[in-house]
């Protein structure tokens, strides 16, 4: 099973050199990867676990693994902004935008520049340059793509 390096790494600065993390502490990770915790799903799934008061990075992975089977499209989006997150900051800028565009090869060169502009212009809500999880996800459901 292959673990993200969001949770391998969030799992390791909890664990602080141990094997194993508690429960408060998984709960942090799906947060921190924007899994909401309230979601009927992750209840059920953290319900399946309730009476455990620690876990491997193995049992993280595959709790994390069940949720995004689970989850389905919600996830998707989540793994597209992380993509896009190219400086990992959790914001995608203007730079993050370019970077994959130009990784996609599906934009010339000189429409780089015209495609951000219209991404921030319908996406970038506080005008900040730069999406947040939140406006990517309000951007890829309200603008049409054809």
Do not use: W
């Not at 391998?8 to 998984?26: D, H, T, W």
């Not at 309230?38 to 491997?56: C, G, M, S």
């Not at 499209?73 to 997150?85: A, S, W």
């Amino acid at each position: 099973m292959s673990i993200s390096p969001l949770i391998r790494n969030g799992f390791e600065k909890y664990a602080q050199g141990s094997s194993e993390i508690a429960l408060p502490a998984v709960k942090d990770l799906f947060l921190v990867n924007l899994i909401p915790l309230n979601h009927p799903i992750v209840v059920a799934l953290f319900d399946e676990v309730r009476d455990k008061k620690t876990f491997t990075l193995a049992e993280v992975g595959d709790m994390f693994s069940k949720a995004k089977k689970q989850l389905g499209g919600y996830i998707d989006r989540l793994d597209l902004f992380v993509k896009y997150d190219v400086n990992e900051d959790g914001f995608i800028s203007r730079e993050d935008l370019k970077t994959c565009l130009r990784e996609d090869e599906y934009y010339e060169e000189d429409e780089l520049d015209t495609v951000i502009d219209l991404v921030m212009m319908f996406g970038d809500v506080n005008k900040d340059d730069r999406l947040n999880y939140k406006e990517f996800v309000r951007m890829l459901r309200d603008v049409p793509l054809e």
